[in-house]
């Protein structure tokens, strides 16, 4: 059934209530079949070319919505405000605040009447114009969650400022963006879109510390605030400085970064932001100046993109390559290594371990194939490393079952199941991606946290040892009576549910 809303050109489906529950276990077909009906098939289609899906539909990690909503906490002068399911926000907010988020998440409740009535858009337009106020805020960004995506709640009727302040609403449902990482761009780009119209329209806000004097390169990508500053000084013998950090940290740095001579695709799977570089004109530039050949042929592309003279070229590569083979050869990295993640930057982190010494034979990515990682891709091939995009959870375990690596670095449940099989492991997104790992500092910095791991295997044995005979899995654990498995309840479960999907499904078809 689908009812109109109160704001006429809409509608809003109720489809998006029905199944199992809302959200994540509610069926992510029946969710994207409901958003379409509601009108949400360009933002879809969009995403669907954006962030390519394949082998599986999605990586196993987490909410996706993460992503847009870090990105509007670290700005200033921004409010941040969800619309959607208690638990969802609930979830995020922990997530947030957890990762320490330093502003307040705002929130939009809903229930079944406001939601199918239009009540809740209106609600959402009330929150917007209470919260756009000039004296506090740049711009006040809105996040549909899954069940106000596919129920078509739509954002786009907002008004795009109101006294100056800019409205961003945006779409970011778990069935229609795959990662957490993409979602970072969907913000971004959402907001460089936007500065690029207000730019192309005439004079806008100069950076805080001022114009640049020289050319510069944007870099799109979180990264450790060191590596900024190195990037800076790789530069610097070209005449170009580093521009803004996209996502950026306050509005006006977007302008800055369109700014830009050449845009830095430090993390590949920024499509949406590259898309705005492009639109103003700017060449966009993928991989990033990691270890000794990622630095040189990064130098070598920026120059070329930026019309640098070759003897400019050479002479920052004679500067910094001979002191980065240094640091590689005074930090080496000895043993077998596993490497997953899902930051996007992980075949950068490959590249600087290979050229440690590490014997690395997989590197897994949750985020997609794209353009800008393909140098890093050809290199890591060329040096017997298996690149799996979109990996999911099950072939990161199968690498390191296969693999039985010395460490396995990876996300949470990667890192369990190694520890488990008594192998050092550490997790990617706190302890390697939140590194400095350009330049000479970048070969420093990773080989002592992961050569401490590899030597510490034997507390691993000692912890075997002295936890043994405590069971595993369901009999994990000191009884009187071990429990008994019953894998013919969870068979039967499984049928039950099948069984009750398939009934559904009829009953819609007919
Ligand atoms: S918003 Fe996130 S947590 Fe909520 S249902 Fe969607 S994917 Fe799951």
Known sequence: MTLSGTADTHIINTAALKGDGHGCHAGREQMEAAARAAGKSAALDGYAADYPKGPHDQPQSMCPAFGSLRVGLRMRRTATVLSGSACCVYGLTFTSHFYGARR??????????????????????????????PAQYDAVVIINLCVPTASGVPLQLLPKEI?????????????????????????????????????????????RNGVADRPTVALVGEMFPVDPVTIGALLEPMGLAAGPVVPTREWRELYAALDCAVAGAIHPFYTASFREF????????????????????????????????????????????????GALAANPVRGRITLSGYEGSELLVAR???????????????????????????????????????????????AFREFKPDLAIGTTPVVQAAKEARTPALYFTNLISARPLMGPAGAASLAAVINGAIGNRHRFDAMND?????????????????????????????????????????????
């Not at 993928?286 to 070598?300: E, F, K, N, R």
């Open 278 to 325: 492009e639109a103003a004109g700017r060449p966009v530039v993928g991989s990033a100046p990691i270890g000794h050949d990622g630095t040189d042929a990064w130098l070598q592309a920026i120059g070329r993109a930026a019309n640098i003279g070759q003897e400019r070229i050479d002479a920052a590569r004679n500067r910094f390559l001979p002191a980065i083979r």
């Open 352 to 398: 600087l371990l290979v050229e440690c010494g590490a014997d690395l034979r997989y590197v897994g990515t949750a985020c997609p194939q794209t353009p800008h990682s393909a140098a890093d891709l050809e290199w890591l091939s060329a040096h017997g490393v298996h690149v799996q995009y979109r990996a999911s959870l099950e072939q990161d375990i199968a």
């Open 104 to 133: 307040s998440v705002g929130y939009v409740p809903f229930n079944s009447e406001t939601l199918v009535t239009g009540k809740l858009f209106e609600d959402i337009r009330e929150a917007v114009y209470k919260l756009a106020d």
């Open 466 to 510: 002295f936890f043994a005979g405590v069971g595993s899995g369901h009999a994990a654990g000191v009884w009187q009576d071990v429990p008994r498995d019953r894998p013919e309840y969870r068979a039967a479960y499984r049928a039950k549910l099948a069984r009750m999907a398939k009934q559904r499904n009829v009953e819609e078809a007919v």
């Open 163 to 207: 006294d100056g302040v800019r409205i961003i609403g945006i779409d970011v449902p778990g069935f229609g963006v795959p990662t957490h990482a993409e979602a970072k761009d969907v913000l971004a780009g959402a907001m460089l879109r936007y500065a690029r119209h207000e730019a192309e329209q005439g004079p806008v806000q100069a950076p």
